[in-house]
């Protein structure tokens, strides 16, 4: 995968990521934990289009923000292994109930066929706002016309 807008950090467990990156001609996110990752497409382009745009939008003072993408993988059945990620919520905002500090959250969800089971959960509380805006906006300068895939 070709990392386009990426957080990344440790904590004692080891090392956390979410990652958005081209990989063929699909455009996904990689969330990745101490024990596991996985990843999940976005819709199109234009999907990690509106995700940069919320980033460059953060607000710098304490107010109301969040986006939310409902990402889901669609194909053929999981496989008779066990139970594959089948659609996850991706959001971008300021916390309003901690000081409103910036953070991107990942949870992914199972379809087990007759229940919905909670995959992997990945949170980057405090990110590197200038950072994934300086990224963002090199996406943006780099893909800013029709929609590629």
Do not use: K
């Amino acid at each position: 995968m070709d990392p386009i807008i990426s957080c990344r950090w440790q904590d004692p467990s080891g090392e956390w990521a979410l990652t958005v990156g081209h990989n063929g001609d699909a455009w996904e996110l990689l969330a990745s934990a101490p024990s596991s990752s996985e990843s999940i497409p976005f819709a199109n382009p234009d999907e990690v289009r509106r995700l940069a745009q919320a980033l460059l939008d953060l607000p710098a003072e304490p107010e109301p923000y969040e986006f939310e993408w409902q990402l889901s993988r669609s194909g053929p059945a999981p496989a008779p292994g066990g139970p594959q990620p089948h659609f996850a919520t991706f959001a971008v905002g300021l916390d309003p109930t901690d000081d409103h500090r910036p953070y991107l959250a990942y949870q992914s969800y199972y379809d087990l066929g007759r229940a919905t089971g909670l995959g992997l959960e990945v949170i980057c509380e405090d990110p590197p706002v200038d950072h994934l805006r300086a990224q963002a906006h090199a996406f943006l300068t780099t893909f800013s016309g029709p929609t590629r895939r």
